[in-house]
């Protein structure tokens, strides 16, 4: 494979890692299966010496989740891949398997509610320790620096407040600390996004989102050097089991065929949605990544290369407009997912993130009247008029 050529996201998308059977089928195979026979005893003492490439159990190893793992490691830019059950597990694994009791890690604050209580909570059960900062200013990362610090970790842009952290500049804390950084970059796609170009070490994916996108199966995925994956990752994945199933891989891959074309449809969308809400009276405020009123809109430009499907917008009110609002969609349904198909939309105050203390949820601007709305593929007209009648029930 060493000497593959790399092609363009589109074309890596549905090309890349492929690996026929002697059928030649042209669908990817699916190899469900726990297990795999060897010709010989001392074939399977070689494998489980390691010493003979090929594969012995479905919890190590499956040639439809290595199939979906190539496809990610081209499409990212990543020498390596592991692919997990669902993003949390890609999240816990990339984190437990770095860190050891008396570690420190930083992270922003703005984060997916599941991610920080594996951070501050899970984590600190086990003796390892944290600090959130608001991931937006640089100097408040340098000055969480502890000498026991291993792990930086970002969003960006964030769940749900799509804030923006400058990767490159976190890094170079990170690694100035001797540390190291893991993004999670499932709010940027891997198209709109490149983490490791900007200097981080590890990337994680919940693959549930835009890679699956239509509303299917859970996955996640974990990218970084093959020294990582293969020493730091694969060890803990074989061990403690967040493996995903072969079924699911081979769903995700047919998934990752058509991401590009999603992920710009459902961004263009998005970005009339945003336009068209902007000045709406009932709306106090919307966050968009595309617009020129982000207030990061320069650091967008400057590390992504195109925007997103997500839109954050507050009602003006309080949480009974919100539920008004939401109760009179009829298009938009209400879902706690996002990256798919189907336009869905959550209150996160009472629900991604309920578990944050309401002061929390204060400093992020996740109030009662904010709701995360992740775009599909309608016709944006018909996303637009189902908003605006809903609009008025407020
Ligand atoms: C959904 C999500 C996860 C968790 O993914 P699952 O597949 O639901 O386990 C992690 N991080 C972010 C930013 C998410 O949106």
Redesign the pocket.
């Known amino acids: 494979m060493s000497c593959r050529k790399t092609y363009r996201p589109e074309t890596a998308l549905i090309h890349d890692g492929t690996s026929r059977s002697q059928f030649g089928e042209t669908s990817e195979a699916l190899y469900m299966t726990q297990g795999f026979i060897y010709e010989t005893a001392e074939q399977a003492e070689r494998r489980f010496l390691n010493e003979e490439p090929g594969y012995s159990y479905s919890r190590y190893a499956n040639p439809t989740v290595t199939i979906f793992e190539e496809r990610m490691a081209a499409l990212e830019g990543a020498e390596a891949a592991q692919a997990t059950a ?6 816990t694994a990339a984190l437990v398997a770095q860190v050891k009791a008396g570690d420190h890690i930083v992270a922003a604050r703005a ?2 509610g ?2 920080r209580n594996v951070i501050t909570d899970l984590l600190a059960r086990f003796g390892v320790t944290s600090t959130l900062v608001d991931g937006r200013d640089i100097n408040a990362w340098k000055a969480a620096v502890r000498p026991e610090t291993k792990v930086f970790f970002l ?1 960006s842009p ?2 749900p407040t799509l804030e923006i952290i400058d990767i490159q500049a976190v890094a170079d804390i990170a690694h100035a600390a001797g540390a190291t950084l893991t993004v ?1 970059n ?2 940027a796609t891997p198209l709109f996004q490149k983490p490791l170009k900007l200097g981080a070490d590890c990337v ?6 835009h890679i699956d996108g239509q509303g299917r199966c ?3 995925v974990i990218l970084g050097t093959r020294t990582f994956i293969e020493e730091t990752i694969w060890p803990f994945v074989r061990l403690t089991g967040p493996t995903i199933s072969p079924f699911n891989a081979w769903v995700l891959l047919k998934g990752l065929e058509t991401l590009a074309v999603r992920v710009e449809r459902q961004s263009q969308n998005a970005a009339r949605v945003a336009d068209a809400l902007a000045a709406h009276p009932k709306i106090k405020r919307i966050v968009y990544p595309g617009r020129a009123d982000h207030p990061q809109a320069d650091l967008i430009r400057q590390q992504m290369s195109g925007h997103s499907t997500m839109i954050g917008l507050e009602v003006k009110g309080g949480r009974a407009e919100a539920f008004r609002f939401l109760n009179a969609l009829k298009l938009i349904r209400i879902s706690n ?2 990256g798919d198909a189907k336009s869905i939309i959550t209150h996160p105050a009472t629900t ?1 993130h309920m578990s944050f203390k309401p002061e929390e949820r204060e400093v992020l601007g996740i109030s009662e009247g904010f709701l995360r709305l992740s775009i599909g593929l309608e016709h944006f007209e018909d996303q637009i008029e189902d908003i605006v009648q809903a609009l008025e029930a407020i």
């Open positions: 669902t993003g949390m597990a890609a999240v984060m997916f599941s991610n969003e964030a769940n999670d499932v709010f994680v994916y919940s693959a549930t989102k859970l996955g996640g997912n996002l991604t």
